[in-house]
């Protein structure tokens, strides 16, 4: 019942829903007690050879009218509990979602994305059953089964229903510990369904990877292994589960002896009728549903318990990232990085130190070093995926970011990061992605600026192209294009290229920034890169080492100090010549 309390809140709220619908229960259950009397009048009737066609005529309509009844009580009640109940999903699903999109990226680190998709759907079906089914059992157990129990005591024999009713105390005390051992059960099921469902995922995504490798055997039996374990976990269930049945059965069928073979008796004392006895013997098999009821309560709950505190468990956590604010929006200004030092969530090791300096608007920044020199951290702490303590502070137009309304602090930028994710749609849905009704030519202006737009014509259906999983059927230079255009399409105040051209050839890099430089004059742009070339005409550049800022200046200040930046610089550009003389040799030697 714990599961209830929890569920208080709702209950109250889908009142209405629920009174409308137990009623409806209440008078199924009345009417259902007709039947059965006129079944024992027919019978006493017929032994005392009264029974008359208009008498006969008289119980059929009785029982026809019972039935219509019935039948539309039924489906309003259905209506109404179930309907609510599917509400109910509906209200977990979204506050589930909500939380999902508000979280830091901490949080999807720590969460396996297979775990918060069993969440959303395995969980949040459990507890709908509970609130609808759960409901639809208790109150049909208590309605049904105290209406036919006050009906049997009153109209036919209080003796001969106590009777029939000793079994029951030992049925309650198994089914109560049939249903916390399901629980116990059930939550190692759904533990095991969350790994199987993160794995799936997992093995879609990284397909090529796997195929590449030649891992696909591997994978299988990795699968196979972590399907078992479910299909395991689930039989331990499924065996509890199915001890409530035959356990109910065994008590009725204790109960049907004691109330013939005592009954019997009764008849042969002249202390009921046979009618009476038959209608006795009705009404008891009418007590096997709510029986059964009762027990299939116990399983709903346990397992609606089990998925509730779960999604409790999610929703507790506590966001990483401060969204409360003080100024809702400003103007796009100038960026200043006063850092002393970060450390992200569950590292020892400083990521950053003594980070300072200042970006003025309609400036190109760029930022170069190794990998795990600190490129991303001040982009993450920029579009704060992660929140800076108190002695540390980032800017953007004066205003401390941290006092920003986050939705509108990250409306100003255009992201555009190394792991280029694109939906299982058409490219112009992708590339519209932030505006689906977007004017097509808008679409073909972002797509000429990232250099995309050639290779999307050559494409059969252009931008039509249904794109796979994360674009799987584009190269990777053509998914960072798109991703690009994606950016670009919102005109954004800000635009961070975070590693977004690795997959391009120069003279494609080239070009993009080319169009950049044209099309954005007096916007802020942020590129990281690898390849010096990237940044060559940025405003501001910064060599990241180990997290510090080893360098920086413009390129010609930067190439005049003979740095890290220099000597990569010309390696980087001695490496492209070679290159491009070694092409240039093969043609030619194809040509002759």
């Known amino acids: 019942m714990a599961v209830f309390k929890k569920l208080w809140w709702f209950f109250k709220r889908e009142k ?26 027919f019978i006493d009737r017929i032994t005392a050879s009264t029974l008359e066609v208009s008498t006969l005529l008289t119980y059929g309509g009785i029982l026809l009218v019972v039935a219509i009844l019935a039948y539309v009580f039924r489906f309003f009640w259905r209506v109404m509990i179930f309907g609510a109940a599917n509400r109910l ?48 059992t208790i109150a049909d157990s208590i309605i049904m089964g105290g209406a036919v129990l006050i009906t049997m005591a009153l109209t036919v024999s209080p003796k001969l229903t106590i009777i029939a009713m000793i079994p029951l105390p030992f049925m309650v005390i198994l089914t109560s510990y049939y249903g916390h051992l399901l629980s116990r059960l059930f939550k190692i099921a759904q533990a095991a369904f969350s790994s199987l469902n993160d794995k799936s995922q997992e093995s879609v995504t990284g397909i090529k990877v796997t195929k590449t490798f030649g891992y696909e055997k591997e994978d299988l039996k990795d699968f196979e ?22 356990t109910i059965t065994a008590i009725i069928a204790c109960s049907y002896f004691l109330s013939i073979f005592f009954g019997a008796r009764m008849v042969l ?19 096997i549903w709510p029986l059964l009821a009762l027990g299939w309560f116990f399983n709903l709950t346990e397992r ?107 409306e100003k930028f255009g992201y555009v990061p190394q792991d280029n994710f694109l939906f299982s749609t058409t490219i112009r849905n992708n590339i519209a992605f932030t505006d689906p009704s977007i004017d097509i030519n808008k679409i073909h202006k972002a797509a000429e600026l990232s250099y995309i737009h050639e290779d999307i014509m050559n494409f059969k259906d252009g931008y039509e192209t249904v794109v796979g999983e994360r674009g799987v059927s584009l190269s990777g230079g ?8 994606r950016a670009l399409i919102q005109k954004p105040e800000i635009l961070i290229l975070d590693d977004s051209l690795s997959a391009v050839d120069g003279e494609t890099e080239a070009a993009i920034l080319n169009n950049l430089n044209q099309e954005r004059k007096g916007k802020t742009n942020i590129i990281t890169a690898h390849r010096m070339s990237a940044v060559r005409q940025a405003d501001l550049i910064l060599v990241m080492e180990d997290g ?18 220099s000597k990569t610089y010309r390696a980087q550009s001695l490496k492209e010549s070679l290159s491009e003389a070694l092409d240039e040799s093969l043609k030619e030697g194809d040509d002759q």
């Open 478 to 485: 053509q998914k960072q294009r798109i991703a690009i255009a």
């Open 304 to 410: 609606g318990r089990a998925s509730y505190d779960r999604i409790e468990d999610i929703m507790s956590i506590k966001n990483d990232i401060d969204i409360n604010y003080q100024v809702e929006e400003i103007e796009t200004g100038d960026i200043e990085f006063n850092i002393q030092s970060f450390t992200f969530p569950g590292s020892n090791e400083v990521s950053l130190k003594d980070i300072h300096f200042e970006l003025k608007k309609g400036q190109t920044l760029g930022i170069v070093g190794y990998t795990g020199s600190g490129k991303t951290a001040l982009i993450r702490l920029l579009l704060r995926e992660y929140d800076l303590r108190s002695d540390n502070v980032i800017k953007l137009n004066g205003v401390d970011i941290k006092d920003l309304k986050i939705e509108n602090l990250r």
């Open 548 to 565: 510090e800022i080893k360098e920086r200046g413009d390129h010609n200040f930067l190439m005049n100090n003979n740095g890290w930046y």
């Open 16 to 41: 209405k829903s629920y009174i409308v619908g137990i009623l409806m229960l209440v008078l199924v259950a009345l009417l259902e007690l007709v039947p059965p009397q006129i079944i024992g009048r």
């Open 269 to 287: 004392a002249s202390e009921i009728s046979l009618g009476q006895l038959i209608t006795f013997t009705t009404y008891l098999g009418m007590m």
């Open 225 to 246: 292994k972590l399907s078992a374990e479910v299909v395991d976990k689930n039989l331990k269930v499924a065996k509890v589960d199915a001890l409530f049945d035959p």
């Open 89 to 136: 999903g509906k209200l977990l699903r979204q506050q589930l979602f909500k939380k999902y999109s508000e979280m830091s990226s901490s949080f999807f680190g720590r969460k396996r994305t297979g775990d918060l998709m069993a969440h959303a759907t395995n969980d949040i079906n459990a507890v709908q059953m509970t609130a609808g089914q759960g409901i639809l």
